[in-house]
């Protein structure tokens, strides 16, 4: 049964992440957009921590925990996102459905293997405006796209205590935009077009280490390290002169193709380390830190010169409480209660100001009775930006839903 879900769900989401629109930020103007990628749902609730080695939920973001594994797992998950938007001068509201990630691991004794698809980063905008002057100019800038990866890794258990892991990431993905102007004297407007196609390979490294302080309590430790890559970009541009029709449908009058470079964006390198302290199957604590060289950064074509990236860090301070794994009297004891903070500098800065994000998360895990299988949500509050200087604060309340199943897939049948 839980093999006939997993067909069905990787259908499904292979159908809906190529074209879905997974944010509304207009920071996703900027580089390959807006990140949205920070984890499965179980780690986001923790505010992305990943330093514990479980054995039935599927980590990403740590290749080396693929060796922890003891049944094989498939991960799916989604996110509803409501986001209000503030200027000095105007606000507004926008909300989102999409698929996060699917992937599906599976332990081989010593090795763990994992593989799947991620949306990594959304372009999804819709930003118009209306001057005062006397002849009045109307502005739409629309973008839509993103970059998708495909991943396959494997972990290793050197020791008991030690894992390593590595994974290798095809990037792929286009992205659209449009800016349109228009002067309501003026019978046409006119509309630039731009076309990017992307592509590109990355690699991941990772090392997990668990030490047992005393008979309840271990110690837990990570590092994973991602080295500087490249995503190659077909460019392509045009300009159209269009009319508005009654009804607000825009027709294109005549067009003219403009020559633009191909160019290249590097994805910049990237070290994490974290650790935690806890008893497994009752309650963990720590923190992580990650580092981003995004100055290596830059945008899709050459001519886009009002924002520049610098280095950003990200901090996660996270953890989980179970009262009673074990517990045979009362579901709410078998509930994994999550919570954790996070706060980065993204790499993007405009008007000489830094773009932060911080937000906070409170998620549940609920135990699928009869199976080691969950289903996990988490609630996310948190901002971005700020409203003044020119820019946009971002105000942003997540909803997000993971489903782990968890099973023993490859097991020789005794009896026919």
């Known amino acids: 049964m839980i093999k006939k879900i997993v067909v069905s769900l990787s259908l499904l989401f292979s159908l ?26 179980d780690t986001r609730s923790m505010g ?24 094989t797992s498939f991960a799916v998950g989604g996110t509803y996102a409501n986001t209000k938007f503030q200027s000095e001068t105007t606000d507004g509201k926008a909300r989102r459905t999409s698929l996060d990630y699917l992937a599906v691991g599976i332990p081989a004794g ?15 905008y819709k930003i118009q405006s209306l001057t005062d002057d006397a002849i009045p100019t109307f502005s739409r800038y629309t973008g839509v796209g993103g970059v998708n990866k495909v991943f396959a890794g494997i972990g290793y258990k050197i ?10 990431q095809y990037n792929f993905g286009n992205i659209e935009t449009r800016n349109l102007r228009y002067l309501e004297t003026v019978q046409y407007g006119t509309r630039e077009n731009n076309f990017s196609d992307l592509k590109g390979f990355n690699l991941d490294f990772g090392l997990t280490h668990r030490t047992k302080l005393n008979e309840k309590l271990s110690l837990f430790s990570s590092i994973t390290y991602s080295p500087e890559s490249k995503l190659k970009l077909d460019n392509s541009r045009n300009i159209e002169l269009i009319q508005f029709s009654v009804n607000g449908n825009i027709t ?55 924002a520049v990236f610098e280095n950003s860090t990200r901090y996660v301070l996270g953890g989980y409480f179970i009262p009673n794994y074990n517990s045979y009297t009362g579901y709410l004891k078998k ?23 911080a937000a906070m998360n409170i998620g549940f895990g609920l135990p699928l009775s009869g199976t080691f299988s969950n289903v996990d949500i988490n609630f996310e509050y948190g901002k971005r930006g700020t409203k003044y200087y020119n820019l946009v604060e971002e105000n942003y309340f997540n909803i ?17």
């Open 16 to 41: 809906t992440s190529l074209a879905q629109e997974g944010t509304s930020s207009p920071y996703s103007f900027y580089g390959i957009g807006d990140i949205k990628f920070k984890g499965t749902v």
């Open 110 to 124: 010593k090795f763990g293997i994992g593989f799947g698809l991620i949306p990594f980063s959304s372009v999804g």
């Open 400 to 416: 997000s839903v993971g489903l782990s199943l968890s099973d023993k897939w490859f097991v020789k049948r005794k009896f026919d």
């Open 252 to 306: 294109p009058i005549q067009r003219e193709e403009i020559e633009v470079d191909n160019t290249e964006i590097k994805i910049p390198s990237k070290l994490s380390f974290g650790t935690g302290i806890g008893q497994p199957k009752k309650w963990l604590l720590g923190g992580e830190v990650t580092l981003i060289n995004n100055s290596v950064m830059s945008n899709r074509f050459t001519d886009i010169d009002d």
């Open 335 to 357: 509930i994994v209660y999550r919570a954790g903070l996070r706060y980065e500098n993204t790499g993007l800065v405009l008007q000489n100001k830094s773009i932060t994000d």
């Open 159 to 168: 020791t008991k205590q030690i894992n390593f892991g590595a994974n290798i």
């Open 48 to 71: 992305g921590l990943t330093v514990f080695p479980d054995s039935i939920h599927l980590n990403i973001q740590n290749p080396a925990h693929f060796a922890s594994l003891k049944l």
